[in-house]
């Protein structure tokens, strides 16, 4: 079973419950439209790392481990047992060896997959790439497990999109080259907090982390640096492809 699959089995089981209504609810939690979740049911896009973790997040009834690779029961608990009980289970791919009962290959994949996934819950944050956030405000946007280095479990962040490391040292002293920070996603720029560090995605200077101000007209804004050593300069408002708020930092010492 495909992760598109997996995604309107849960949403079929959640309608059931009345717990979700239609298609354009599905929707407001994955952060795509209704064409975007028709796009899912159809198959014509796969349903994204982010998609999945959406509904883990929202439903805390659902086992992460079962919506990411498919092992284990979708329900977790007692109601999963129940949905299991009297269900057909078909028994794992095997191999016999000198008369020895061995697991094949997929199996002991499958047993990788699962563990490794288990770590991953609904409260895992993925350190990405560089690359990878350049299109993050851009409409159907999601990460790709390519573009994910690591994963991270930070209680205390709320709403967070994506771990990145720091390069440079133009924010020092309040962040060094290495840290991690944790980055929010601005779908608008009235939602841009003066004089707070954000991300910026730009056509011309790349990823920028720096405190952002209004500039000297509206079509323009500031972008201050902590390190003295580099001074301000202006943005175009239009050069700016995404943007993301800086919501806390991991700093090894």
Request: aromatic fraction near 8%; proline fraction near 4%.
């Amino acid at each position: 079973m495909e992760e598109n699959d997996r995604l309107f089995r849960v949403f079929d089981y959640l309608k059931e419950k009345g717990k979700i209504s239609n298609y354009v609810e599905l929707a407001s939690i994955l952060g795509t439209n209704k064409q975007g979740v028709n796009d899912l049911k159809s198959s014509r896009k796969r349903a994204s790392l982010k998609y999945l973790q959406s509904m883990i997040k929202s439903y805390s009834e659902i086992n992460p481990n079962w919506l990411l690779t498919g092992n284990g029961e979708m329900i977790k608990g007692k109601e999963g047992a129940k949905m299991q009980r009297g269900a057909h289970v078909a028994a794992p791919a095997e191999v016999k060896e000198k008369g020895a009962h061995v697991a094949g290959p997929a199996v002991a994949k499958e047993k990788a997959a699962a563990k490794e996934t288990m770590q991953h819950t609904a409260h895992s944050l993925p350190l990405v790439s560089i690359e990878a956030v350049a299109g993050i405000g851009s409409a159907g946007y999601s990460i790709q497990e390519s573009d994910i280095q690591a994963f991270y479990v930070v209680p205390d962040f709320k709403h967070v999109d994506f771990m990145l490391r720091v390069t440079g040292s133009s924010m020092y002293p309040k962040y060094n080259s290495g840290d991690i920070v944790a980055c929010r996603i601005l779908k608008d720029p009235q939602f841009i907090q003066w004089n707070k560090v954000h991300l910026i995605a730009t056509g011309e200077q790349g990823i920028l982390i720096k405190r952002l101000l209004q500039g000297k007209n509206k079509d323009t804004w500031l972008c201050v640096s902590d390190n003295k050593d580099y001074p301000p300069f202006e943005i175009s408002r239009k050069d700016v492809t995404s943007i993301a708020l800086v919501i806390g930092v991991i700093r090894l010492e």
